[in-house]
């Protein structure tokens, strides 16, 4: 099977002692993006990786610079709650996996993470995937 049949994954990445997050990658193994957060089981992060994926078109995705001067995106999901003070706590959701010497080079890194979330949504309403990870 090609690597470009084959798509992107999205991998559990343990964090610490217990904790859980997860990691896009396309096809060829490159990193498309990683989870900020992090979750204390297994269902918690499949949980929230479904609701990345079903929000997917709700994403916000910011462009900056960090500290050491590389161009980095963070991808954020709309606060879906009017309970005050909500939308300041909430936070990015995703990251990319590193940094890029060009703003052109990182937006284009969004739109990679972007395409896979989209190629996985399309992968997860295939039959048989119902008992699959991330679903």
Avoid: H
């Avoid at 990683?34 to 462009?63: F, K, P, S």
């Avoid at 500290?67 to 709650?81: G, N, S």
Wanted: aromatic share 6%; charged share 25%.
């Amino acid at each position: 099977m090609s690597a470009e049949r084959r798509g992107p994954r999205l991998l559990s990445v343990p964090v610490g002692d217990r904790s859980l997050s997860w990691a896009l990658r396309a096809a060829n193994g490159r990193q498309l993006g990683v989870g900020v957060r992090t979750y204390r089981n297994e269902q918690e992060l499949t949980d929230a990786v479904r609701e990345l994926i079903i929000e997917r078109t709700a994403l916000r995705c910011t462009v900056g610079q960090s500290e050491a001067r590389l161009w980095v995106w963070t991808a954020y999901l709309p606060v879906r709650t009017t309970r005050p003070g909500a939308a300041e706590a909430a936070g990015p959701v995703a990251r990319s996996a590193r940094g890029y010497l060009r703003r052109d080079q990182c937006q284009a890194g969004v739109t990679g993470f972007l395409s896979g979330l989209q190629r996985l949504g399309q992968e997860s309403r295939r039959p048989g995937r119902e008992d699959s990870w991330p679903f």
